[in-house]
Nanobody
C-alpha cells in the first residue's frame, strides 16, 4: 500500500521560508508524476507545483519565483522549498503521486503565514 507523509509545515512570518517534504513508501516516487497542492479554508484545492517523472516542473503563477519543487528518486522523497512566504500562502499542503492506475494523496501539513 502506498503511503505519502508530508512534513515541514509550521507557523512563519511573512517573508520567511519553509521546506516541505513528502516521504513515500516503496519506490513510487521514482516512477510517478508528483505534485504539491494546497487548500485554504473555504477554498478549493489548487495546484501549487508539479514535477514529472522526467523532471519537468510546473508552477502556479502565484508561487513562480518563490517556490521550488524537487524530487529525490533514491530517497523516495519530494520537497517544496518555499521562500518569501505571504499570508495568502496559508493553507494545508498536500503531496500527490499520480500513476497510470491511481492518484495517491497524503494527509497534508499546515502552513500558516502571519502578516
Amino acid at each position: 500500500q502506498v503511503q505519502l507523509v508530508e512534513s515541514g509545515g509550521d507557523l512563519v512570518q511573512a517573508g520567511g521560508s519553509l521546506r516541505l517534504t513528502c516521504a513515500a513508501s516503496g519506490n513510487i516516487i521514482s516512477f510517478a508524476d508528483m505534485g504539491w497542492y494546497r487548500q485554504a479554508p473555504g477554498k478549493e484545492r489548487e495546484m501549487v507545483a508539479t514535477i514529472t517523472y522526467g523532471g519537468s516542473t510546473n508552477y502556479a503563477n502565484s508561487v513562480k519565483g518563490r517556490f521550488i519543487i524537487s524530487r529525490d528518486n533514491v530517497q523516495n522523497t519530494m520537497s517544496l522549498q518555499m521562500d518569501t512566504l505571504k499570508p495568502e500562502d496559508t493553507a494545508v499542503y498536500y503531496c500527490k503521486a499520480a500513476t497510470t492506475w491511481h492518484d495517491y494523496w497524503g494527509r497534508g501539513t499546515q502552513v500558516t503565514v502571519s502578516s
